[in-house]
């Protein structure tokens, strides 16, 4: 085995430096934080997805194949390739599909006191999940199946965005079952 | 008309470091590559190709890197093509450089991949704040972890089976002169005891973030028959995805992985993978992926891949089916490489060269990548001897 540490022989060879520059210190690296900054115009079916959060609504979209709601609504089953153009307004209250306690904090949400619960959240009504924080109980009292409704943001201060939800809290309603749980719920396609 | 027979030739690594501060990328490319064209006993000129794979660009913030990258790499005037499939990237790049054997396109190729993880930050990078959804995600990390915790609950498995992992996965390492942890006084109460980030994984579960690049050339059948070397012989190459967010989707056990499984192994004619397969280099980020992909690709019993950790079963110290001898994800992780490293060390093996980490008489050998939120599969089989 080749010596990790090694110079390998064809890289030892000599390099010619020109004069010019021969008595300058040679950069090894150079370190610049990048920025970029842009404008998000989101898809029709998003635009009225963030709209309905101002009225306390969340929407999905119902695929016309099989019926499976997808939220967010995207426009599209990515299953089968179709267009998907019938909303349906889920409740807010679901259950907790998996999750984990997370001891990082997330730049930008100094709100956010470490260790905190980062759940999969499965509305009633809805086929997949989406990512949500859940307070309002102890961080070890948390299970897979668990029952959540939405806390909401003061109304003067609801906008066009999901953050309208501050967190989701458990409803004290008997837990899901396990295997019943998350995408679980739905049946699972067979080779 | 059936394919090429493809042969790895050469491998070629670095050391494998939180930080490679003396090279650039392009120093950090060039040199896997010189040792893979020197342990091939080739030069650049007898390459006709180069296919390049990293994780995605924002990662170090250069855009289409192949494209400066194609001096350092010898790659003036000849194809170069570039991979995208997130982590499974260093995987899928192997099979694209393999195809382009397999189909005749050319005899000899060089393929790489690389991460300078130092010059990047992918913690956050793979968790941007996006205008749909609220920002709780902590990286990599805040993405599977609750998908082990349901694989725990689902198969019923001690609770430090993980630990387990990582502790074995770092005695390898000591093994393995490349990896970048060589933890030498770790204790398993040590491993036990680190703290907690993503509960139920705790710091000292999850890989290390590393600067290094990794590279093979392959070959043709008539090249393989004339090298100086040992080669290893392909033996199945096979890839599959999957959307990551589907309803009915199993997050454990993904129906891509199991298909993709399935069809490397009928490739290769093998229909007992724990008995046939001599060592196996699976792609293990997060401890307790290693029992959850054992039983995902067939080498044991849903829910039962824990006991085969439990047992001793994948240590290099005698264990039947050795998993990741040269210390895995776990010890070394330069994202865009560490797929091609699980291909190059499964062909190290199968060709005796695998130094103080070989498993002894290793004649076929199973290599592993997934990516993205595990949706994204590679695998290759390779052999001793021409299939």
């Known amino acids: 085995m080749t010596d990790p540490n090694s110079t390998p022989a064809s890289l030892s060879e000599e390099v010619e430096i020109p004069e010019s520059i021969s008595g300058l210190e040679p950069v090894r690296s150079v370190r610049s934080p990048i920025r970029l900054i842009y404008d998000f115009v989101p898809s029709p079916p998003v635009q009225e997805y963030l709209r309905s959060y101002k009225k306390k609504k969340i929407l999905g979209h119902r695929s016309p194949i099989d019926g499976a709601v997808f939220v967010p609504p995207r426009g599209v089953d990515p299953r089968h390739g179709v267009l998907i153009e019938e909303s349906v307004e889920l409740s807010d209250t679901g259950h907790v599909g998996n999750f984990c306690i997370t001891h990082l904090p997330i730049p930008g949400r100094d709100d956010l006191d470490t260790p905190y619960v980062s759940a999969w959240i499965h509305l009633d009504g809805a086929n997949v999940g989406f990512l949500g924080l859940v307070s309002g109980c102890e961080n070890d009292e948390v299970h897979i199946g668990m029952r959540v409704q939405a806390v909401w943001k003061e109304e003067e201060e609801l906008g066009n965005t999901a953050?309208?939800?501050?967190?989701?809290?458990?409803?004290?309603?008997?837990?899901?079952?396990?295997?019943?749980?998350?995408?679980?719920?739905?049946?699972?396609?067979?080779? | 008309?059936?394919?090429?027979?493809?042969?790895?030739?050469?491998?070629?690594?670095?050391?494998?470091?939180?930080?490679?501060?003396?090279?650039?990328?392009?120093?950090?490319?060039?040199?896997?590559?010189?040792?893979?064209?020197?342990?091939?006993?080739?030069?650049?000129?007898?390459?006709?190709?180069?296919?390049?794979?990293?994780?995605?660009?924002?990662?170090?913030?250069?855009?289409?890197?192949?494209?400066?990258?194609?001096?350092?790499?010898?790659?003036?005037?000849?194809?170069?093509?570039?991979?995208?499939?997130?982590?499974?990237?260093?995987?899928?790049?192997?099979?694209?450089?393999?195809?382009?054997?397999?189909?005749?396109?050319?005899?000899?190729?060089?393929?790489?991949?690389?991460?300078?993880q130092s010059e990047s930050n992918a913690t956050w990078a793979?968790?941007?704040?996006?205008?749909?959804?609220?920002?709780?995600?902590?990286?990599?990390?805040?993405?599977?972890?609750?998908?082990?915790?349901?694989?725990?609950?689902?198969?019923?498995?001690?609770?430090?089976?993980?630990?387990?992992?990582?502790?074995?996965?770092?005695?390898?390492?000591?093994?393995?002169?490349?990896?970048?942890?060589?933890?030498?006084?770790?204790?398993?109460?040590?491993?036990?005891?680190?703290?907690?980030?993503?509960?139920?994984?705790?710091?000292?579960?999850?890989?290390?973030?590393?600067?290094?690049?990794?590279?093979?050339?392959?070959?043709?059948?008539?090249?393989?028959?004339?090298?100086?070397?040992?080669?290893?012989?392909?033996?199945?190459?096979?890839?599959?995805?999957?959307?990551?967010?589907?309803?009915?989707?199993?997050?454990?056990?993904?129906?891509?992985?199991?298909?993709?499984?399935?069809?490397?192994?009928?490739?290769?004619?093998?229909?007992?993978?724990?008995?046939?397969?001599?060592?196996?280099?699976?792609?293990?980020?997060?401890?307790?992926?290693?029992?959850?992909?054992?039983?995902?690709?067939?080498?044991?019993?849903?829910?039962?891949?824990?006991?085969?950790?439990?047992?001793?079963?994948?240590?290099?110290?005698?264990?039947?089916?050795?998993v990741n001898c040269s210390g895995g994800v776990l010890s070394s992780n330069p994202i865009g490489a560490s797929g091609m490293i699980r291909f190059a060390e499964a062909a190290l093996q199968v060709r005796g060269m695998a130094g103080d980490h070989q498993v002894d008489g290793a004649k076929k050998s199973f290599g592993h990548a997934y990516g993205g939120g595990a949706q994204y599969f590679a695998m290759w089989i390779v052999g001793a001897e021409k299939p």
């Open chain 1, 163 to 191: 953050e309208n939800i501050l967190y989701w809290k458990p409803t004290g309603e008997p837990a899901v079952p396990i295997e019943k749980a998350g995408n679980r719920a739905w049946d699972q396609a067979d080779e």
């Open chain 2, 1 to 116: 008309m059936s394919a090429e027979l493809t042969a790895v030739l050469g491998v070629g690594q670095t050391k494998y470091s939180s930080t490679r501060g003396d090279v650039s990328i392009a120093g950090l490319c060039r040199e896997a590559a010189y040792r893979a064209l020197e342990d091939a006993c080739l030069d650049w000129k007898e390459i006709d190709a180069v296919v390049i794979g990293k994780a995605p660009d924002f990662f170090e913030g250069v855009m289409m890197p192949e494209l400066y990258l194609a001096e350092a790499l010898g790659a003036v005037g000849k194809p170069i093509l570039r991979v995208h499939t997130a982590g499974s990237v260093g995987g899928s790049t192997a099979l694209v450089a393999a195809s382009l054997i397999q189909s005749r396109v050319h005899e000899k190729v060089l393929t790489i991949g690389f991460e300078k």
């Open chain 2, 126 to 322: 793979l968790s941007m704040p996006q205008p749909f959804s609220v920002s709780i995600n902590a990286g990599a990390g805040g993405y599977f972890s609750p998908i082990m915790r349901q694989y725990m609950s689902r198969s019923g498995a001690p609770e430090l089976i993980g630990c387990m992992v990582a502790f074995k996965d770092r005695q390898h390492a000591l093994k393995n002169p490349y990896a970048h942890l060589h933890q030498n006084d770790l204790t398993f109460e040590e491993v036990v005891d680190s703290p907690m980030l993503w509960n139920p994984i705790r710091y000292s579960e999850t890989c290390p973030s590393s600067d290094g690049a990794c590279a093979m050339v392959l070959g043709n059948e008539a090249s393989g028959d004339r090298a100086e070397n040992p080669v290893a012989w392909v033996h199945g190459t096979a890839m599959r995805s999957e959307s990551n967010n589907f309803p009915g989707r199993d997050e454990v056990n993904p129906l891509a992985s199991r298909q993709c499984a399935a069809d490397v192994f009928k490739q290769a004619g093998i229909t007992n993978p724990l008995k046939e397969i001599d060592a196996v280099e699976i792609y293990v980020p997060f401890s307790w992926y290693e029992p959850m992909w054992l039983e995902s690709l067939g080498f044991a019993e849903l829910d039962h891949g824990w006991r085969m950790v439990e047992d001793g079963t994948t240590s290099l110290s005698g264990g039947e089916l050795p």
